[in-house]
């Protein structure tokens, strides 16, 4: 056969590539145009620059943290040095004159972790029961509201959650103090408080509720995320075996989302533990020890500092009130860095 003969055999528009001619090669070895270099060079640039910055920010919030942790340290020791008593669990509370000081913290830690443990029994169900309604049970149009009001709480002023609390939440909650003093006084943590009367509002368990209320969107936010992101396929087959909406939550979603229930509760924790405001005015209704009773009044390490803030002419007398809030500062720290260890186990249990 002839050439023109296979020329005319050939399908239209057959290319040279179809045809077995190589095309020019487009490999490792084949010149890269200079458009391409100057992106590529770009890119890298852009990619150091930003690995730059996120370490120097990583690294400026680290040497924030040690810088506030070694200034509490410096100015603390020399108070600590001339204290007349045991820091740690002395009751007495005596700075007015700085060549005899006598202070203690075991007043302030017991009315701090009170109030915050009674904030936390009130808030974890509610803030749980909440993040199930909103991912589980509640429409799409009413669940995305709806988390926007909770999430609003966060924005209310702990001022004016103090005021509502003293004025408003306390004389309402007389009869419940009562019913709780005549029926459990018998147990010391419902027994008379160290205030006049066990109905007056200016209490630990007024301060617990209205911390409760403070703290749910924080609770309510992070459980709320970790319940949205069950894997569907988890929830798809329990209900392909029939499981009812209650038992996919039990069986799916609660053992995938505990633990950043847990963490969202732990970073709740630090948030009461450091409360000023709203504790400064429920609870500076005396000045008398407090007991074990949650109808004590009396003061936190934070409204202990904001109180005293009038006796800061001294180093040494604010050397006493920096080393409570040294103390402060450590247990807060411990309580957000145990709710990230939770909350990253949570997660690498959700990618595994």
């Known amino acids: 056969m002839t050439d023109s003969t ?27 145009s200079a458009p391409e270099k100057t992106a590529g060079k770009s890119s890298r640039v852009g990619d150091k620059v930003f690995s ?6 990583g690294a400026f919030v680290v040497a924030v943290i040690a810088a506030i942790a070694i200034f509490l340290l410096i100015r603390a020791v020399p108070a600590l040095q001339v204290n007349h008593v045991n820091f740690l669990f002395s009751r007495e509370w005596d700075t007015r004159d700085p060549a005899n000081m006598s202070f203690g913290i075991f007043d302030l830690a017991w009315i701090t972790i009170a109030s915050s443990v009674v904030a936390l029994v009130i808030a974890m169900p509610l803030s749980g029961g909440i993040a199930l309604f909103l991912t589980r049970y509640a429409p799409k149009n009413l669940a995305r509201p709806f988390a926007y009001i909770v999430d609003l709480l966060a924005a209310v002023p702990s001022v004016v959650y103090g005021l509502w609390g003293f004025l408003v939440l306390g004389p309402f909650l007389k009869p419940v103090s009562n019913w709780l003093n005549e029926t459990l006084g018998w147990i010391p943590i419902f027994g008379q408080g ?36 069950t894997p569907d396929a988890q929830i798809e087959g329990a209900l392909a075996l029939g499981a009812t909406r209650w038992e996919v939550i039990k069986t799916t979603v609660w053992p995938f989302g505990r633990n950043g229930f847990v963490g969202g509760s732990m970073l709740g924790l630090g948030r009461a533990l450091g409360e000023t405001m709203a504790l400064t005015i429920i609870l500076s209704a005396t000045t008398a020890p407090p007991g074990y009773s949650i109808f004590d009044s009396g003061a936190t390490f934070a409204s202990k500092i904001a109180l005293g803030s009038a ?6 007398q604010v050397g006493a009130y920096i080393s409570a809030g040294l103390v402060l500062f450590i247990i807060t720290f411990a309580v957000n860095a145990i709710a990230r260890w939770i909350e990253s186990a949570a997660g690498a249990k959700g990618k595994s």
């Not at 296979?6 to 890269?32: L, Y």
């Not at 730059?52 to 920010?57: I, K």
């Open 52 to 57: 730059s910055l996120a370490t120097a920010s």
């Open 6 to 32: 296979r020329a005319a055999t050939r399908p239209a528009g057959t290319t040279g590539a179809q045809r077995g001619v190589s095309a020019p090669s487009s490999g490792p070895e084949a010149p890269i």
């Open 194 to 229: 160290n205030i006049a009367q066990v109905d007056s509002g200016a209490n630990v368990f007024t301060a617990g509720i209205v911390l409760a209320v403070m703290i749910i969107p924080t609770i309510t936010g992070v459980t709320r995320e970790v319940f949205a992101r």
């Open 311 to 316: 006796e800061f002419n001294n180093n040494l």
